[in-house]
């Protein structure tokens, strides 16, 4: 398969390594590096697919164009649109011309996620009561000094998308309404730190912070049969995941952990998935339609509750 980059900063560069020999092109208006400064500028039957890595106001664009011109796309997430109807378009694109139009969420392809995915769908834990989760990193001051990043809702729709993500990956769509807990700009002109979460089957507590001096990662599931814990992400490792089994009527669980320590294994095993897609088909825009509105919604209520 033929790809091209399209955007090419930090995650830009990365998909590039990960694609090698058969990324044919780059595109960038900005970075010198990159062959081409317009996606227009590409010839058609150069390439087969295309890795969006843009920031999120000009994707809409650049997917359309290329779903279009029946080009499979990857897009780095998140995939969000102004007007819902948008997602909608691309996805009617997307299934009318046999092309896949795929948002990256790597972090599913985490081999803790996939596990408390596979625990979670094997019902050893019964009956599952709540999760929480946290994602936060360092890069408050990175953000602020960004021509593009430091603005509207900052870390809700950057970091919260992956917490959704991965609430859908593992329980499926909540159907319980999210509430924002709090929404704060510590460091910068857009939120830095938000808790929010559902009070739904199971409840959802999630907390996103770029004010976090070490980059960490943490999820807690709690069932009625015992808990499952992962402890950061392989990039950030060592990365754990634990299992614990309830002792009634109380007292210490009995404990399974794994313990990995390893470099980040998602990217390249994503772009594979994605290659098996542009063999078989699908997409999953339902996700980022979902996701889109979520985040839209909490957005609206952070920036009404604090301004």
Known sequence: MRVIVVGLGVQGKKRLAVAGKEAVATVDPFNTEAQYKRIEDVPLDAYDAALVCTPDDAKIGLLTHLLANRKHLLVEKPLFADE??????????????????????????????????????SGRLGRIYSARMF??????????DSAWRDKGAGVLPDLGSHLLD????????????????SANRFENRAFDHVSFGANGSPVLQMEVTLLSWRNHFYADVFA???SAHIQSLCKWGPSTFTVRKRKLPSGRPDEEPIALEQADPTWEIEYKYF????????????????????????????????Q
Request: include cysteine.
């Open 166 to 181: 991965t609430a859908l990956f593992w329980f499926g769509k909540p159907t319980a309404p999210f509430r924002v807990f």
């Open 224 to 226: 009625e049969s015992g």
């Open 84 to 121: 819902p109807a948008d997602l909608q378009h691309l996805k009617r694109l997307a299934e009318a011309n046999h092309t896949v139009c795929y948002t990256a969420y790597n972090h599913r392809f985490e081999p803790h996620f996939e596990r408390m995915k596979e625990l979670i769908e």
């Open 275 to 306: 290659k098996r897609l542009c063999m078989t088909g699908g997409n999953n825009i339902d996700n980022d339609v979902w996701i889109n509105d979520v985040l839209a919604d909490l957005s609206r209520l952070a920036l009404k509750g604090v």
């Open 135 to 144: 994602y936060g990193n360092g890069t408050a001051r990175l953000v602020r």
